[in-house]
């Protein structure tokens, strides 16, 4: 079978495998096998498959291929069976057939086009990783020290086959503003949550200072509160969640301390794993981008680039529009536009480094 069938064929076997964040070990063992059936040598840690197309050169530069393999839970507005590869009006059905699993297979598909080649002016490896929906810590970020660094990763996220060049990152505060208790009856003790009002009527028209090019704004929400135990006590603690979907233009401590600046709340950041990522310019990917025609963007949804230590670009077939929804699904023929887009920036990259060097 060619590069388009095996793809359609290994996308129709992870359909039908349930593969939940930290669930994965089923599609692992299907991907794993695809590697071995091609004579291909895998490497596994947990749940996340790796593979070198060729014999690695210290003195090359290296390309990660990366996608997930992981899915979030199937809504209640499912029509069709998310377990079952459903093929209907060129559109093929399925829980995770569109995020991630067509950027995945297609990925897979170049990386197999490219494994006999022995000229690559680079090192090429492909990653299907695990916990990419839950930012997990056994995922990408588990085997990143297991792996040679990189000059360029290419995320196999759906983007509609744009170079998403910039995304957002993410923090979750968990903020406490402090009273004291007291009898609700009685003019006694502190309320917690009107000390809270004038913290969250500054999160509400909070504006951060700094703007980035690709990202806009980078913004804060406050999504949870919670305060006081019985309606006759005065509460002596209002704690409430803060989003924070960070721009380029930021690290996360640097947004957490303009934040804390301007707020009396005590705030303290779940993770500061998550950080904005955008590629340095200059980069020969920007070239190739703007040589194929290519849309460039910065995406607001968070992918495994978050967790990536090296230049990278988010691109794939499908459309995150379909992603997490009812009856997802992609087009055939966006797979087979994936590989060759895939092939053609990979191609378009060995020939700008060789003029180069």
């Known amino acids: 079978m060619g590069l388009y069938d095996d793809a359609v064929q290994l996308l129709s076997q992870l359909i039908e495998t349930p593969s939940y964040s930290k669930e994965e070990s089923a599609t692992a063992d299907i991907i794993e096998e695809f590697f071995t059936a091609r004579n291909i040598e895998v490497h596994k840690s947990g749940n996340n498959i ?7 050169d210290k003195n090359k530069p ?25 093929t209907e009006d060129g559109k093929l059905f399925g829980l995770g057939s569109n995020d991630a699993g067509g950027p995945l297979v297609s990925l897979m598909a170049a990386f197999s086009h490219f494994q006999e080649k022995e000229d690559l002016p680079f090192n090429l490896i492909m990653i299907a990783s695990a916990e990419e929906e839950i930012s997990g810590k056994n995922g990408i970020a588990s085997v ?40 609700a009856a009685r003019e006694e003790g502190i309320n917690a949550i009107y000390e809270a009002l004038g913290d969250l009527q500054k999160i509400r028209d909070f504006e951060f200072k700094k703007i980035s090019q690709f990202l806009g704004k980078t913004k804060v929400s406050a999504t949870v509160i919670h ?18 979907r960070v721009t380029d233009a930021y690290s996360l401590e640097e947004a957490l ?23 340095p310019e200059g980069h020969l990917i920007l070239k190739v981008g703007e040589k194929l025609g290519k849309k460039t963007y910065g995406s607001p949804t968070l992918s495994d680039q978050a967790l990536i230590p090296y230049p990278s670009v988010k ?12 009856d997802e699904y992609i087009y055939l023929n966006e797979i087979q536009n994936g590989i060759e887009g895939y092939i053609k920036i990979l191609e378009t990259y060995a020939d700008m480094l060789t003029q180069t060097t």
């Open 257 to 279: 301390e303009e934040l804390k600046s301007s707020i009396s709340a005590e705030l303290t950041p779940r993770s500061l794993r998550l950080q904005s990522s955008h590629v």
């Open 315 to 326: 691109i794939g077939p499908g459309d995150s529009a379909r992603s997490h929804s009812a």
């Open 227 to 244: 305060s006081g135990q019985q309606h006759n006590v005065v509460p002596d603690l209002c704690e409430f969640v803060l989003d924070v």
């Open 50 to 56: 790796w593979a070198f197309a060729n014999v690695f």
């Open 144 to 183: 990143i020290d297991q792996l040679p660094p990189c000059d360029l990763t290419i995320v196999g996220e759906p983007t509609l086959m744009d170079m998403a060049v910039a995304e957002k990152g993410l923090m979750v505060i968990d903020a406490k503003v402090k009273g004291k208790a007291g009898h």
């Open 62 to 86: 290296t390309i990660w291929l990366n996608s997930h393999h992981d899915t979030v839970k199937p809504n209640a507005g499912y029509t069709k069976d998310p377990f079952q590869a459903i």
